[in-house]
């Protein structure tokens, strides 16, 4: 005989397994209780939109708006999707209005994929506006729309507000691709790439300040929008009118998957779409359109003209259906300066990662300069007639490629000697173009085959509660055997998901480049740094972290960190280890050690201190504004700011630096415990408030008076800090704010608080703009500092100044 308790479960199993009512046919709405199938569409008023099951596939689809009329080549054009990144199978899949007011898109009957997260006590409906907009309202108004989730396209009067447009991976993969339109922090509206490589902002160009491009930091709505007319108008200052600028024909602003954002006008006769404006006008411009170790080049002949990738002379193509993925090398390039030369490439550019800029060079000299770094792949050589002069720019990377004739100077591709004549020769064809091809997605997943027999269902529903208890019992037992080894599972996952991006070394390896950690270079918190040199003949900082568990999370802290930054002003990390109980990280090797050790023996003059407050601060905008996850240092201070040879700086020591996913930009963060070094740290840690990017600003605001003044604020540090003269962060700023408004306009309080090393050897205007400025980022209300990015543009424009 059958439990009550198992019956009673056999009848809620039967009676949740119910179906909701389907709508059969064409309407503009659907009501609660009811579901659209695959073969179901709703369609707006004015018969202009479509929402349905969008094919993207091989029996796989997305529920979609789109284009009531499909185009002249027959093809339907897509406005949003619910699930472009989770498509469905096109068999019992549906999207349902429960009865709780939640409107969900379930795969074949068994998966939820997608859902508008919305509770509703009152009876609602899903209308298709005329508009192009899926509303769900009930009588108190809507309470979601498709409009304030854009996927890729703005309709007309449709604003995006706290949201981006992200591109497709290609004309027919509906998939998220690379490329995105958001607003970065400070304000401006920005075109991201964010390829499998890097991450960096490309348009408009990184360089040029607000005032260049146009647009305004004074814009806390962020908000675009596009009228039926055209118009397009953004809170940052940007505004744009369509080429045929006018009423009645249907617009679409789309971010595409070529990483150019384009309005497009509706030719209905023809039924084409017409480029009516577009951002971009010189495709190859574009961040990450031909991957590492590739150029991107014009093709204007053929009905394929446009743009096309090629390799670099003794580089491979990866994929030669996908341009993203770029080339790789065919050579294992030695760090012997002897077994290397190179090739020269005409009017060939590659942007960014520089390793370092030297004017007034021969070729031979930047030859040789590339050649003694093991990291330099080839180097710019451009001649500036502005000055007379050729300038040279190692690259430690080679992404952002392009070939034109109107980029004069060339590019010196670095290859081994011993293969140099056969890379010269060999005829470069331009490989990596890929023609417009058909979509054959397949869907991966695995599904239940459904029961149609009523006895058998019973008996496997039967089966399965049964079942369902015994599988409790046994986990119950489970946990409770494997509870402590929970914690370290959960770690090791952690190490799986950072680690494979770094070198692992073995401890014993480590202890030899390290001659059994002989020479100590520094000291901290989380352990002490060594001096050793590598396998490879590198000079590299080797980080010995404390005890287990606590240099555990710190390894874990720095790895996943790093691993999301490529800057030239932060740290890089080579590698780790873990074995037994030791942790260790391994860094680049900075020359002239941090900038504490450097203010307490006076090696720095003013034009160092100035470029090294500006290098920092770029090292910090780039964490905060432009790598893949936006990142709180949160421990910025003297000790933490190294110094190379050229006494370039970069920010190092992410130990307790603090990850944002960019979904949550303008967000505070949680923190469990206060972070930082005493004296540099901001007043939010103290008053418990919200914790954003500018506790970060505060902190490099007390590093800059501290370089200006000479006055040390650490409390510890690394072996050879001072141990005299510290003063409490806010007895200095105090200090400062005394003298400044105590002399007025005379210039005098400036010889009484700057370093004494720098008296007389400084411009004292524009020490005083610097001064100004750094009580700037200290201000007790966080909303009263600047961003970093802010910080730059200002210390920039006071320099010129």
């Known amino acids: 005989m059958v439990d009550i308790p198992i019956l009673i479960l056999l009848i809620s199993l039967l009676l949740s397994s119910l179906p909701l009512f389907s709508i059969s046919s064409s309407h503009d709405t659907l009501p609660t209780s009811s579901s659209l199938s695959v073969s179901d569409v709703l369609i707006s008023p004015n018969g202009i939109f479509s929402a349905g099951f969008h094919s993207v596939g091989e029996n796989a689809y997305c529920f979609s708006i789109w284009f009531t009329e499909p185009t002249s080549d027959g093809n339907l054009t897509a406005v949003w999707m619910a699930n472009r990144d989770q498509p469905i199978n096109g068999k019992r899949s549906k999207l349902s209005l429960?009865?709780?007011?939640?409107?969900?898109?379930?795969?074949?009957?068994?998966?939820?994929?997608w859902s508008a997260n919305t509770k509703s006590l009152s009876p609602l409906q899903l209308q298709l506006l005329s508009t192009g907009n899926l509303v769900l309202r009930n009588q108190n108004g809507s309470i979601w729309e498709s409009f304030d989730?854009?996927?890729?396209?703005?309709?007309?009067?449709?604003?995006?507000?706290?949201?981006?447009?992200?591109?497709?991976?290609?004309?027919?993969?509906?998939?998220?691709?690379f490329y995105s339109l958001f607003f970065q922090e400070d304000n401006l509206i920005r075109l991201l790439f964010h390829g499998p490589y890097i991450s960096a902002v490309y348009w408009p160009d990184p360089w040029l300040n607000s005032w260049q491009v146009g647009r305004t930091l004074d814009n806390d709505g962020r908000i675009v929008a596009f009228d039926s007319?055209?118009?397009?108008?953004?809170?940052?200052?940007?505004?744009?009118?369509?080429?045929?600028?006018?009423?009645?024909?249907?617009?679409?602003?789309?971010?595409?998957?070529?990483?150019?954002?384009?309005?497009?006008?509706?030719?209905?006769?023809?039924r084409i779409w017409r480029v009516s404006w577009q951002a971009i006008s010189q495709p190859c411009k574009i961040h990450g359109v031909c991957g590492p170790n590739a150029m991107c080049n014009y093709d204007y002949a053929g009905e394929n003209a446009g743009r096309r990738c090629s390799c670099l002379p003794g580089y491979k193509a990866k994929n030669l259906t996908d341009w993203s993925l770029g080339c790789e090398p065919e050579f294992t390039l030695s760090c012997n300066a002897t077994e290397s030369s190179f090739i020269k490439l005409p009017n060939v550019e590659f942007y960014g990662y520089d390793i370092n800029s030297y004017d007034n060079y021969t070729l031979e000299r930047c030859e040789e300069v590339c050649l003694q770094n093991c990291k330099c792949t080839g180097f710019i050589f451009p001649y500036r007639s502005e000055s007379g002069f050729y300038s040279c720019y190692p690259k430690s990377r080679?992404?952002?490629?392009?070939?034109?004739?109107?980029?004069?100077?060339p590019f010196y591709v670095r290859l081994p000697k011993a293969s140099l004549t056969s890379y010269a020769n060999r005829k470069q064809e331009i490989g990596l173009h890929c023609p417009p091809s058909t979509q054959n997605l397949l869907l991966d997943r695995a599904y239940k085959k459904p029961k149609e027999n009523g006895t058998l269902q019973f008996m496997v529903w039967f089966a399965s509660a049964f079942g369902g208890f015994e599988i409790i019992c046994i986990c119950f037992v489970w946990l409770l055997l494997y509870k402590t080894q929970q914690s370290s599972s959960e770690n090791a996952q952690g190490y799986l998901q950072v680690v494979s991006r770094?070198?692992?070394?073995?401890?014993?390896?480590?202890?030899?480049?390290?001659?059994?950690?002989?020479e100590e270079i520094g000291r901290g918190g989380s352990g002490v740094v060594y001096k050793g040199i590598l396998s490879d003949r590198r000079v590299a900082a080797i980080k010995r972290l404390n005890e287990a568990k606590q240099g555990e999370a710190e390894l874990l802290a720095e790895l996943s960190t790093i691993g999301t930054v490529n800057h030239m002003n932060l740290i890089e990390i080579w590698g780790y280890c873990v074995e037994g109980n030791h942790r260790l990280l391994v860094y680049e090797y900075m020359e002239r050690g941090s900038l504490a050790e450097n203010l307490i023996f006076g090696t720095l003059d003013w034009e160092k201190r100035f470029d090294i407050?500006?290098?920092?601060?770029?090292?910090?905008?780039?964490l905060h504004e432009e790598c893949l996850e936006w990142v709180l240092h949160c421990d910025v201070n003297p000790q933490n700011i190294l110094l190379d040879s050229n006494f370039q700086p970069k920010v190092a020591d992410f130990g307790l630096s603090k990850l944002l996913n960019r979904g949550g930009c303008g967000k505070s963060l949680s923190f469990s415990r206060v972070r930082g070094t005493r004296g540099y740290m901001a007043p939010e840690w103290i008053s418990n408030l919200p914790i954003t990017s500018k506790v970060d600003v505060y902190s490099y605001g007390m590093v800059v008076l501290?370089?200006?003044?000479?006055?040390?604020?650490?409390?510890?540090?690394?072996?050879?800090s001072r141990n005299t003269g510290e003063m409490e962060q806010r007895g200095l700023v105090k200090w400062v704010r005394e003298k400044m408004k105590g002399n007025g306009e005379?210039?005098?309080?400036?010889?009484e608080i700057i370093d004494p090393i720098m008296k007389g050897k400084c411009d004292l205007r524009k020490m005083g703009i610097l001064v100004h400025v750094a009580l700037e980022f200290v201000e007790e209300d966080k909303n009263a500092r600047p961003t970093m990015s802010q910080v730059i543009e200002r210390l920039l424009h006071h320099e010129k100044g």
Do not use: C, H
């Open 98 to 113: 429960l009865k709780s007011g939640n409107l969900i898109l379930t795969d074949a009957d068994q998966f939820t994929v």
């Open 149 to 177: 989730s854009p996927t890729d396209t703005l309709l007309p009067n449709q604003p995006m507000r706290n949201a981006k447009l992200i591109s497709s991976r290609s004309r027919k993969n509906f998939s998220s691709g």
């Open 229 to 270: 007319s055209g118009y397009f108008s953004s809170s940052d200052g940007l505004e744009f009118k369509a080429s045929d600028f006018g009423i009645g024909v249907w617009r679409r602003l789309r971010m595409d998957a070529d990483g150019n954002v384009r309005l497009y006008s509706l030719d209905e006769g023809k």
């Open 398 to 409: 080679l992404l952002n490629g392009s070939r034109s004739p109107a980029f004069r100077a």
């Open 502 to 518: 770094f070198r692992k070394f073995s401890y014993d390896e480590l202890k030899k480049a390290t001659e059994k950690f002989r």
């Open 613 to 622: 407050a500006i290098g920092s601060a770029k090292g910090l905008a780039y």
């Open 706 to 720: 501290e370089m200006v003044t000479g006055k040390s604020l650490m409390t510890t540090g690394v072996q050879g």
């Open 746 to 751: 005379n210039e005098l309080w400036l010889e």
